[in-house]
């Protein structure tokens, strides 16, 4: 790997989103000299997104720092996400969205970071919310995590074992990155639903887990989210965010199953057996479909024999035991 940073922005129809993005990263302040580079990863628009960068990108000056345009037609972001990533020339990643508003000192301190910390896989900073406007809505402190704003973790430090970070301003690492899903593709994939492939950034974070990769939170990287309008209405929060929340779980679940399975009773023979004896409790009375689902993953991902579940269990464990 190169040693430098590569910023990665993946759009769709972009361009009333772009312009305050670009302007963010190009103002990133460079007292180290990192050699770093920035690439749009479109994901298919039909308006004006990769006239309106490239011309941006050579009104704000930065002749020295190389901007690429990806073309990926596949829906998904994941797509578009993993096509800019094998593009990338540097070590170190930074996952931008097009609706993310970084610090000038975001990229430093996340180089920074990431060089003197080698067994960190993955780190994010803190959002915070930016409207064109108007207030926020009264719910809203409820939801923040699922809007990708607020602290991460309680305070500058490795996340504890099962939480996880979400992918506005995520960095990590190209070699480990692909590492994850040279052998496993994403097991998104088998569902097609935009809302499903939009889960990436968690999929991501829980792979990292189950082989043993440190997540960490880093309070001083800040950027900001801007929340367009239509986005903080009841109708959007709950049947198409909240709901493509709901639709990934039926991947997801198997993968929190692993990790309760694995991470928690790692090294702990006692919790092993509670589980091992309370999961077939919980399958044959479970008050929920759900609840059923989840007692029969864990005890799946609990004994190294069984039948799985069904095909997407399955292979996280063959990957878990790649």
């Given at each position: 790997?190169?040693?430098?940073?590569?910023?990665?922005?993946?759009?769709?129809?972009?361009?009333?989103?772009?312009?305050?993005?670009?302007?963010?990263?190009?103002?990133?302040?460079?007292?180290?000299?990192?050699?770093?580079?920035?690439?749009?990863?479109?994901?298919?628009?039909?308006?004006?997104?990769?006239?309106?960068?490239?011309?941006?990108?050579?009104?704000?000056?930065?002749?020295?720092?190389?901007?690429?345009?990806?073309?990926?037609?596949?829906?998904?972001?994941?797509?578009?996400?993993?096509?800019?990533?094998?593009?990338?020339?540097?070590?170190?990643?930074?996952?931008?969205?097009?609706?993310?508003?970084?610090?000038?000192?975001?990229?430093?301190?996340?180089?920074?970071?990431?060089?003197?910390?080698?067994?960190?896989?993955?780190?994010?900073?803190?959002?915070?919310?930016?409207?064109?406007?108007?207030?926020?809505?009264?719910?809203?402190?409820?939801?923040?995590?699922?809007?990708?704003?607020?602290?991460?973790?309680?305070?500058?430090?490795?996340?504890?074992?099962?939480?996880?970070?979400?992918?506005?301003?995520?960095?990590?690492?190209?070699?480990?990155?692909?590492?994850?899903?040279?052998?496993?593709?994403?097991?998104?994939?088998?569902?097609?639903?935009?809302?499903?492939?939009?889960?990436?950034?968690?999929?991501?974070?829980?792979?990292?887990?189950?082989?043993?990769?440190?997540?960490?939170?880093?309070?001083?990287?800040?950027?900001?989210?801007?929340?367009p309008d239509h986005k903080l209405t009841l109708d959007y929060r709950d049947n198409r965010l909240m709901a493509g929340f709901k639709e990934a779980n039926k991947v997801l679940a198997m993968y929190y199953a692993a990790?309760?399975?694995?991470?928690?009773?790692?090294?702990?023979?006692?919790?092993?057996?509670?589980?091992?004896?309370?999961?077939?409790?919980?399958?044959?009375?479970?008050?929920?479909?759900?609840?059923?689902?989840?007692?029969?993953?864990?005890?799946?991902?609990?004994?190294?024999?069984?039948?799985?579940?069904?095909?997407?269990?399955?292979?996280?464990?063959?990957?878990?035991?790649?």
């Open positions: 790997m190169i040693k430098g940073v590569t910023v990665i922005i993946c759009t769709l129809n972009g361009s009333d989103r772009l312009t305050e993005t670009l302007n963010h990263v190009a103002r990133q302040s460079n007292p180290n000299k990192i050699s770093w580079e920035v690439i749009l990863a479109d994901n298919g628009s039909s308006d004006n997104s990769i006239a309106l960068t490239q011309a941006l990108w050579n009104d704000y000056g930065q002749v020295n720092v190389p901007l690429t345009v990806v073309i990926e037609s596949t829906p998904g972001k994941l797509y578009a996400l993993q096509k800019a990533i094998a593009c990338a020339k540097y070590e170190y990643l930074i996952i931008c969205d097009d609706d993310n508003w970084l610090d000038s000192d975001y990229m430093n301190l996340a180089y920074e970071t990431l060089e003197c910390m080698p067994n960190v896989a993955a780190l994010g900073g803190h959002g915070l919310p930016v409207t064109s406007g108007v207030p926020l809505p009264g719910w809203f402190k409820d939801y923040c995590s699922a809007y990708a704003v607020g602290a991460q973790a309680r305070q500058t430090g490795f996340l504890p074992p099962r939480d996880l970070l979400w992918g506005a301003g995520l960095t990590t690492r190209k070699e480990v990155y692909q590492k994850l899903y040279a052998k496993f593709p994403s097991f998104l994939e088998e569902h097609m639903n935009k809302n499903v492939l939009s889960a990436e950034d968690t999929e991501y974070c829980m792979r990292l887990i189950l082989k043993g990769y440190k997540l960490y939170y880093n309070s001083s990287m800040r950027y900001q989210h801007f929340i990790m309760r399975a694995l991470i928690k009773t790692k090294n702990r023979p006692d919790i092993w057996l509670a589980l091992l004896f309370i999961s077939p409790i919980n399958y044959l009375f479970a008050s929920s479909a759900s609840q059923s689902k989840r007692a029969r993953y864990t005890l799946y991902f609990l004994l190294p024999f069984g039948k799985a579940p069904n095909s997407i269990a399955a292979k996280i464990k063959r990957f878990i035991r790649s």
